[in-house]
């Protein structure tokens, strides 16, 4: 029986972590598609994306520099940023023993 409870856990830790996964990748796409400078198609970024890795697409400089230069490192600072935020979260909460990230416990004091 605890096995049994134990498999649905991981089914469901499993399941989150994927959909997780899958909407930070939605996200990624969508904030290299979407900014100040406009739209761009999937189809426009698929092919600026394989030509900064070396194939033969030709697209607009303007596409290479707006998705090269500007939105594409913002995009990796952002999800490295959030990353690190997250891991820091992790460090403090178990470094005080709150697993259950309540911060009105009486041994934590709320910032």
Same mark, same amino acid.
């Given at each position: $029986? ?11 830790? @499993?399941?989150? /972590?994927? %959909?997780?996964?899958?909407? %930070? ?5 969508? &904030? #290299? ?14 092919? $600026?994306?394989? &030509? ?7 697209? +607009?400089? &303007? ?5 090269? #230069?500007?939105?594409? +490192? ?11 935020? %997250?891991?820091?979260? #992790? ?7 709150? &697993? /259950? ?6 041994? @934590?004091?709320?910032?």
């Amino acid at each position: $029986m605890i096995e049994e409870i134990n498999r649905q856990h991981k089914k469901k830790y @499993i399941v989150a /972590f994927v %959909s997780v996964v899958v909407a %930070s990748l939605i996200v990624f796409v969508i &904030s #290299l598609m979407f900014g100040q400078y406009g739209y761009i198609s999937i189809g426009q970024l698929v092919k $600026m994306l394989l &030509s900064l890795c070396g194939s033969n697409y030709e697209v +607009p400089k &303007s596409y290479d520099k707006i998705v090269g #230069l500007i939105r594409l +490192p913002r995009t990796f600072a952002s999800f490295l940023v959030g990353g690190a935020l %997250s891991i820091s979260g #992790l460090v403090y909460q178990n470094t005080f023993n709150n &697993s /259950f990230g309540v911060l009105n416990s009486p041994d @934590i004091e709320a910032l």
